[in-house]
Nanobody, 118 residues
Framework: QVQLVESGGGLVQAGGSLRLSCAVS????????LGWFRQAPGKEREFVAGISWTGSGTYYADSVKGRFTISRDNVKNTVSLLMNGLKPEDTAVYYC???????????WGQGTQVTVSS
């Protein structure tokens, strides 16, 4: 089993910044990708950002491109999401996820709430 635990959520004013972190533990294997997703009230979960094992490949939703930065530390087994220029529409529960076999994200954290006030 693989466990993911997010931290760093909170309340911030529009234009502010937050940094989310996710600790990965358990029976992982090298080569896995990590990602961040979010789900706003009444909406479906959506992809926010993803990162390859080496960190050389990063991917972003158009809505966050240029504002959010994903990074990982394979020694500490963590993935982070630096969020700048936050907007009220970024308000959601943010989840980190792991794709161990290159097929789909099959392990998920419990989520952390991010609220952006206008």
């Amino acid at each position: 089993q693989v466990q993911l635990v997010e931290s760093g959520g909170g309340l911030v004013q529009a234009g502010g910044s937050l940094r989310l972190s996710c600790a990965v533990s358990g029976r992982t294997r090298s080569g896995y990708s990590l990602g961040w997703f979010r789900q706003a009230p009444g909406k479906e979960r959506e992809f926010v950002a993803g990162i390859s094992w080496t960190g050389s490949g990063t991917y972003y939703a158009d809505s966050v491109k240029g504002r959010f930065t994903i990074s990982r530390d394979n020694v500490k087994n963590t993935v982070s999401l630096l969020m700048n220029g936050l907007k009220p529409e970024d308000t959601a529960v943010y989840y980190c996820a792991a794709d161990l076999y290159g097929q789909h994200y099959d392990y998920w954290g419990q989520g952390t709430q991010v609220t952006v006030s206008s």
